[in-house]
């Protein structure tokens, strides 16, 4: 399809579903131009700084799926100094508790409840689950209502996540709190016995959700909206739902699982003494080597795995996470001098079969909040893919981007992108199911849906974007 510019039908289309957002249980958007936006809390600065105060890091309790049962319910959450804030929570946290699972596992039963005031549903990002267990739109149930999944779950080990995915609601529900990690585990990951990679585990592993907020007067959240463009830019850092935390380290090794949690927000994140991170995977499990890179672009719901090596960090000594692009802050690492454990591999970290001679090329165009210039239906199927078959899809960004794209149902190797940066990154390698695509880039991918047969989607995971049509239904037959 040709780019189309944003018209006056999709102006007033996605206005009036801005109103409505508005309507909706006293949320407040503020709209703006540039830049960071919503309404701040004059007594909280910008960038996590805290006046140079900041709190210990909040570690999310982790829990198995089996037998769980998920409550997406609205409650009371300290984030701001001496504040309460009224939060949207799955089992009463902030994040959510982190899921841990095996690949193998079979047959885990979990109970979505809906206690919220609107629809939802709860999405496993990056766990290649049948259609009945994926969390489609379709599948949202109602206030009051209840959904159960079974989730067999055999694939790599990786980083997934969780999150709502109702129609035209994704974005609210995600901002004002529900989301959680999703850890799959396998012998490769985790270093069993005789495995060389032996990579940290227990209080040495830890997952970091960082997202962005604002906040009014009373610590509540206050949604920036810049819908047709950047989303919803809040204008302070949280990590693990902690504003300006730290974390005491040892003299060890770390590994940490990032997720981009914004809703809308490309992060640069880099080390304040220019330390290189040490890459081991993304969203689809390690890679194929180790890879040191000073930064990291990572657009909403990416993942990555990195260590860093605290071995030689001192007592009193301190190193901060920053996000370049924002110029903020996100967690200070403290050196408490006591002695830790573990070591950073090289070389080769895991086999990754590369897909090739695809069968056939699709191609879609992102432009304005569109896919091939049609908004979602959700009751269309756009289009078919043969199961098993390996295929070339082509995302071209048009406009209104960045969109980071997302496919559920399989992941994708990236082989190529053309315009724009131009260039494919270390943390693109191995296997994905988000990719960024910037206005004027065309990301070329081979993907192959060979774990389920159904109906699936395709998406921009700027969540303003999706929720205002840009999604796309698939059958995979």
């Not at 309790?61 to 804030?85: D, E, F, M, Q």
């Not at 795995?305 to 920053?322: E, I, N, Q, T, W």
């Not at 269309?380 to 997302?406: D, L």
């Amino acid at each position: 399809m040709p780019p189309s510019p944003v018209n006056r039908r999709d102006f007033v289309r996605v206005a009036a579903f801005t109103a409505g957002s508005l309507a909706m249980g006293g949320w407040v958007a503020a709209c703006s131009g540039d830049g960071p936006v919503g309404v701040t809390d004059p007594t909280v600065s910008m960038g996590g700084g805290g006046g140079g105060i900041r709190y210990p890091l909040r570690i999310p309790p982790v829990v198995t799926p089996g037998g769980l049962t998920l409550t997406a319910a609205p409650g009371s959450t300290t984030i701001l100094p001496g504040k309460n804030t009224t939060a949207w929570m799955y089992n009463g946290q902030f994040p959510g508790p982190t899921i841990q699972a095996a690949s193998g596992t079979s047959g885990a039963r979990v109970s979505f409840v809906n206690q919220l005031s609107q629809q939802s549903i709860t999405h496993w990002h990056g766990l290649f689950v049948d259609p009945a267990n994926d969390g489609h739109p379709r599948q949202a149930v109602a206030p009051g209502g209840s959904y159960r999944y079974q989730l067999t779950i055999s694939q790599r080990a990786a980083l997934a996540f969780y999150h709502p995915h109702p129609n035209m609601l994704t974005g609210e529900q995600v901002y004002r709190g529900l989301a959680g990690a999703f850890i799959v585990r396998d012998a490769v990951d985790t270093g069993a016995p005789g495995n060389p990679l032996a990579l940290p585990t227990g209080s040495y592993e830890l997952p970091l959700i960082i997202r962005d907020a604002s906040f009014d007067s009373s610590g509540n959240f206050q949604r920036g909206c810049n819908c047709m463009m950047s989303g919803s830019l809040g204008n302070t850092p949280l990590v693990n739902g902690t504003y300006a935390p730290y974390l005491a380290v040892a003299r060890g090794v770390y590994r940490f699982r990032v997720l981009n949690g914004c809703t809308g927000r490309v992060l640069r994140l880099a080390l304040s003494n220019g330390t290189p991170f040490t890459l081991i995977g993304n969203d689809g499990g390690l890679l194929d080597r180790v890879c040191t890179v000073a930064e990291i672009m990572a657009a909403p719901a990416e993942r990555f795995d990195v260590l860093l090596d605290f071995r030689g960090l001192s007592a009193g000594s301190k190193v901060m996470l920053r996000d370049l692009a924002a110029n903020w802050d996100l967690l200070e690492f403290r050196g408490t001098g006591a002695a830790g454990t573990g070591s950073v591999p090289s070389g080769s970290l895991s086999t990754i079969a590369r897909l090739s001679t695809p069968a056939t090329t699709r191609r879609f165009t992102f432009d304005g909040t569109r896919i091939n210039g049609k908004r979602y239906d959700i009751g269309a199927v756009e289009f078919r893919v043969p199961f098993n078959t390996t295929e070339r899809w082509t995302f071209i960004g048009t406009s209104n981007g960045p969109h980071p794209v997302h496919v559920h149902g399989a992941a994708f190797q990236v082989r190529s992108r053309t315009g724009g940066r131009g260039r494919l990154y270390d943390w693109e390698r191995g296997w994905k199911d988000t990719v960024m695509v910037n206005t004027g880039e065309t990301v070329d991918v081979l993907i192959r849906f060979k774990a389920h047969r159904g109906l699936y989607l395709l998406h921009c995971h700027q969540l303003a974007h999706e929720d205002a049509g840009m999604m796309a239904n698939f059958e995979v037959a």
